[in-house]
């Protein structure tokens, strides 16, 4: 985790207060369930699947465990709206700065439009960079989310690189 973040902090949206805290392995559900709440995530696999809990809870724990890595919710009365991960990256290139990377953003489709996604990335525009010491905020975002690229837009962030991902092969064995 990254422990010197300041959690649990209230965020003010569009719906009223949320309250950003660290994920704990009783979310695991809640987070997976925003996951498959997505199309594009869900045609990845992210189904929601309770046979699929147990390996969402170790990767959970896994990212909780390593302290270059945090995994947030937002939850709002009680219910988790929204998560993210984050991943503090040490560098070389411009003189030796930390990037800060956001992965995950996912709000609740009955609450997108609401201000919580906005809310959620100016904390970490804001808060997390300066409490983590990253003047560098990037992330990815799937070619067809194009309604995702116009948010970051509008949110200050600039599409000035392209991204690739490559599929391993599974080890054998498995």
Do not use: C
Not at 115 to 125: D, E, H, T, Y
């Amino acid at each position: 985790m990254l422990a010197d973040l300041t959690l649990p902090v209230p965020i003010q949206t569009g719906i009223g207060v949320v309250t950003l805290r660290r994920a704990r392995p009783d979310d695991t559900a809640a987070i997976v369930a925003l996951l498959a709440d997505d199309a594009i995530s869900a045609a990845r696999g992210d189904t929601a699947s309770d046979d699929d809990l147990p390996a969402y809870r170790a990767g959970l724990e896994s990212v909780l465990a390593d302290g270059s890595n945090d995994l947030l919710v937002a939850e709002h009365d009680g219910t988790v709206v929204g998560t993210f991960q984050l991943t503090r990256i040490p560098g070389m290139s411009r003189q030796g700065s930390t990037r800060l990377l956001v992965e995950a953003v996912r709000v609740s489709s009955q609450l997108r439009s609401g201000g919580v996604g906005s809310a959620l990335m100016r904390w970490v525009m804001d808060v997390a960079t300066a409490e983590l010491g990253s003047p560098l905020v990037q992330l990815t975002s799937d070619a067809q989310r194009l309604d995702a690229h116009r948010f970051y837009e509008r949110l200050g962030f600039t599409g000035s690189h392209r991204g690739f991902k490559y599929a391993a092969p599974a080890p054998r064995g498995r």
